[in-house]
T-cell receptor, first 113, second 113 residues
């Protein structure tokens, strides 16, 4: 079975631009979460979606938005990119209850120049 | 809020040495606890987990025990290998709301032959 797939793997954008990152969860998983990992730090929670509804949002500005589609895939959008948005963006899928763990994709490396 | 504190790295050991990476947490209630591993250029892989007090998670020779009395979840391995070189993250899953993962800052481990 395929794991969590993310696209693209790498991306270079200019300040002020907008970016869309995509994630497909493991088959049967209905929850998708997004995390931002800045170099040298632990991942920080951005969003969680379950059954197309936002179930949680981290401490990120409104420039960050996301959605989940009927097939449970998800997109993360970031508007008006800043240099500080450069990071590895990780998608994680799970069954509803997170107590049994999350499976992460390999991430999208975003560089803002 | 909930938080995770890991022993600071980097940690450098010789092959076959004993490994301990300390992890303590602050949380409301009794969260699930996890260790994730990140190899260079990759996403996070779940290494082991424990969902209640006194549970021991184990995988690939690594072990960690959920200690409620000391709010700790230290990672141990009896004999490390060069292939264990990676960054290790301790995390908890919140039991309310989105049940998001809260990560420690990570510990970089290097094993020399």
């Amino acid at each position: 079975d395929a794991g969590v797939t993310q696209s693209p793997t790498h991306l270079i954008k200019t300040r002020g631009q907008q970016v869309t990152l995509r994630c497909s969860p493991i088959s049967g998983h209905k929850s998708v979460s997004w995390y931002q990992q800045v170099l040298g730090q632990g991942p920080q929670f951005i969003f969680q979606y379950y059954e197309k509804e936002e179930r949680g949002r981290g401490n990120f500005p409104d420039r960050f938005s996301a959605r989940q589609f009927p097939n449970y895939s998800s997109e993360l959008n970031v508007n008006a990119l800043l240099l500080g948005d450069s990071a590895l963006y990780l998608c994680a899928s799970s069954l509803w209850t997170g107590e049994y763990g999350y499976t992460f994709g390999s991430g999208t490396r975003l560089t803002v120049v | 809020g909930n938080s995770v504190t890991q022993m600071e790295g980097p940690v450098t050991l010789s092959e076959e040495a004993f490994l301990t990476i300390n992890c303590t947490y602050t949380a409301t209630g009794y969260p699930s606890l996890f260790w994730y591993v990140q190899y260079p250029g990759e996403g996070l892989q779940l290494l082991l987990k424990a969902t209640k007090a006194d549970d021991k998670g184990s995988n690939k020779g690594f072990e960690a025990t959920y200690r409620k009395e000391t709010t700790s979840f230290h990672l141990e391995k009896g004999s490390v290998q060069v292939s264990d070189s990676a960054v290790y993250f301790c995390a908890l899953s919140e039991i309310q709301g989105a049940q998001k993962l809260v990560f420690g800052q990570g510990t970089r481990l290097t094993i020399n032959p």
